[in-house]
């Protein structure tokens, strides 16, 4: 019920913007809605969108954050190709990584779910993603090509203020600890992550947390997206620099 509501909600917020309503008709590409009340900064310079599947959250940030120089990363092919349309037809100057972000550079099996944004590194959990979310069950695998944040990403290339914004099934660790640099020039950090294992050796919300404030970041804002009987299962956290730590 929570989801019915939730989808409900998304297609509301859509049709009440002119761009996505084009978009529906044109079978294209929606902007993320879920994020539209979080207490994001009024601008940022950059936007940082690891994770970017179609290009949903990217959308919601051209809209939101006009003039901010958006960044994508995504690994899957069909995804990748998908994003591509988007960036062709509804989106001006978007940047496209065809990796996945994770530590160090690798070559790496990506399981693949049967509704592709569920896809993970991490084998896909029948009692936990499966269970929690009916239709994401694994499917298969390709390999796809990892690259560290650091290593794709110049200090340089980060107009201010930045938003980083995490949403990769399992991995958040392993992009965070290969963005050591890039988290000295990152002012907000938007990460999914989950309260129970939904893929197999997932990090959970507290090792997500410890790991982003030991950057010197403070929670901002927690928003449950999804719920079932036994309680919370998701959450996007909503990360901000602490006042107190000057930039070198």
Not at 107 to 116: E, N, P, Q
Not at 158 to 183: C, F, H, M, Y
Request: glycine share 6%.
């Amino acid at each position: 019920m929570v989801d019915l509501k939730l989808r409900a909600s998304k297609v509301l917020w859509a049709l009440s913007k002119p761009e996505s309503r084009r978009a529906l008709r044109g079978h294209r590409v929606l902007a993320a809605s879920e994020h539209r009340r979080a207490p994001f900064k009024k601008t940022y310079g950059t936007v940082l969108d690891v994770g970017a599947h179609h290009g949903q959250f990217a959308l919601f940030a051209a809209q939101r954050f006009p003039g901010a120089d958006i960044l994508c990363f995504e690994p899957q092919p069909e995804a990748l190709a998908q994003l591509r349309r988007t960036a062709t037809s509804m989106l001006d100057g978007l940047t496209i990584f065809p990796y996945a972000a994770g530590a160090e550079p690798a070559r790496l099996d990506m399981h693949i779910s049967a509704r592709d944004d569920s896809s993970s590194l991490l084998p896909i959990s029948e009692r936990g993603q499966a269970a929690a979310f009916p239709g994401t069950q694994e499917t298969g695998t390709i390999t796809v090509e990892v690259r560290s944040l650091d290593e794709m990403l110049s200090p340089a290339r980060l107009t201010p203020p930045v938003l980083l914004k995490i949403d990769v099934q399992g991995s958040e660790l392993e992009v965070l600890r290969g963005a050591n640099r890039t988290l000295d020039h990152v002012d907000d950090v938007l990460v999914e992550a989950s309260f129970r294992e939904l893929y197999a050796g997932q990090p959970l919300v507290g090792s997500v947390l410890e790991e982003v404030f030991a950057h010197d970041f403070e929670l901002a804002d927690i928003s449950v997206t999804h719920r079932d009987r036994r309680g919370p299962v998701q959450a996007d956290l909503l990360l901000r620099r602490e006042r107190s730590f000057s930039r070198e």
